[in-house]
């Protein structure tokens, strides 16, 4: 079974500043994709990130990337010079396989929070 | 990116009565839709997978006969609660995938129906 971990429940950072959110996961597939979505208080789901299991390469889009280390299973999101507009919470996602058929798991979330 | 919209954004409804959500996939067909619900400051979590012209698969412990949901279209699927109780008072979220196999899709989120059961 797939499991997604997100040890930080709270996070407070300094506008423009760096910050990482940890997400660890853990499935028996070898095929699988891994998500991060942000969501406001509106309750909206943001899409963010998207990263394969076979791609070799970090994804970034714009000021987010994604620390993808398969050997730790981990998939943590950076976003750097933070704004206050970033402030929601984030959740991390796993599908396994690689096919949008395949339903997506999500983390518990860190709420991110900048200060100005 | 895709749209995917949500009717009705809230509800509030007396404890017994049935509340039907739809989820519409406005710009593309979507084979797949998937409902979730999340209690405050929670994750989301997954209830059933929707496929359009069969049966929805249900996640363990998701009651089938309360939470019904049909996928009758390409462009539709709703989410029917039945005899609602204040403890199925939640924030109920579709995404719907577009049809076809890329491994880089994602599936794109409605923006969520708020249910209050009274």
């Known amino acids: 079974a797939q499991k997604i971990t997100q040890t930080q429940p709270g996070m407070f950072v300094q506008e423009k500043e760096a910050v990482t959110l940890d997400c660890t996961y853990d499935?028996?597939?070898?095929?699988?994709?891994l998500f991060w979505y942000k969501q406001p208080s509106s309750g909206e789901m943001i899409f963010l990130i998207y990263?394969?299991?076979?791609?070799?390469q970090n994804a970034t889009e714009g000021r987010y990337s994604l620390n993808f280390q398969k050997a730790r299973k981990s998939a943590n999101l950076v976003i750097s010079a933070s704004q206050l507009g970033d402030s929601a919470m984030y959740f991390c996602?796993?599908?396994?396989?690689?096919?949008?058929?395949?339903?997506?798991?999500f983390g518990s979330g860190t709420r991110l929070s900048i200060r100005p | 990116g895709a749209v995917v919209s949500q009717h009705p954004s809230r509800v509030i409804c007396k404890s017994g009565t049935s509340v039907k959500i739809e989820c519409r996939s406005l710009?593309?067909?979507?084979?797949?839709m998937f409902w979730y619900r999340q209690f405050p400051k929670q994750s989301l979590m997954l209830m059933a997978t929707?496929?359009?012209?069969?049966?929805?698969?249900?996640e363990q412990g998701v009651e089938k006969d309360k939470f019904l949901i049909n996928h009758a279209s390409l462009t539709l699927s709703t989410l029917t609660v039945t005899s609602a109780h204040p403890e199925d008072s939640s924030f109920y979220i579709c995404?719907?995938?577009?049809?076809?196999?890329?491994?880089?899709?994602?599936?794109?989120f409605g923006p969520g129906t708020r249910l209050l059961v009274l």
């Open positions: 990263q394969g299991s076979y791609d070799e």
């Open positions: 929707s496929n359009e012209g069969s049966k929805a698969t249900y």
């Open positions: 710009d593309f067909q979507a084979t797949t």
């Open positions: 995404s719907a995938r577009e049809g076809g196999q890329s491994s880089q899709e994602t599936q794109y």
């Open positions: 499935t028996s597939d070898q095929s699988y994709g």
């Open positions: 996602a796993m599908r396994e396989g690689l096919t949008g058929a395949s339903k997506i798991i």
